[in-house]
């Protein structure tokens, strides 16, 4: 989870609070923070510039402007693995969903950008 935002410290540590918390059923995402100002205002092509080839990580979870303007906190999630590339909005509280399932292989980048709502942003099954 890359911040690229850093207006605003309170929702930052807000959606880290989210993303952190297992949910009903005891699940979280299971994800590396990164809070440096180095990426600040970084845009989607810049980053994936910055992935290393063989990468292990097949998603960047990007905290940006738009996550932290929401009160849904949408997360955007990129395959970077995928081709063409995948990329979907993710409110922070179904992050783990598509972080458990793409990890463990039960289900493809696909099927969780086929269950966005019609602004874009998936919110679960």
């Given at each position: ?11 930052w540590e807000t959606v880290c609070a989210t993303v952190g918390t ?103 099954f």
């Amino acid at each position: 989870m890359i911040r690229t935002d850093f207006s605003d410290q309170e929702a930052w540590e807000t959606v880290c609070a989210t993303v952190g918390t297992p949910n009903e059923d005891g699940f979280m995402a299971s994800s590396r923070v990164v809070d440096d100002r180095a990426f600040q205002d970084l845009t989607t092509e810049q980053l994936l510039r910055l992935v290393p080839e063989g990468s292990q990580h097949r998603l960047l979870a990007l905290v940006d402007v738009t996550t932290i303007g929401s009160p849904e906190m949408p997360l955007l999630v990129i395959d970077h693995r995928e081709e063409p590339r995948g990329e979907i909005r993710v409110v922070a509280t179904e992050f783990w969903s598509i972080e458990n399932n793409l990890s463990l292989a039960n289900m493809d980048f696909h099927e969780f950008a086929g269950a966005v709502d019609g602004d874009g942003i998936f919110r679960g099954f």
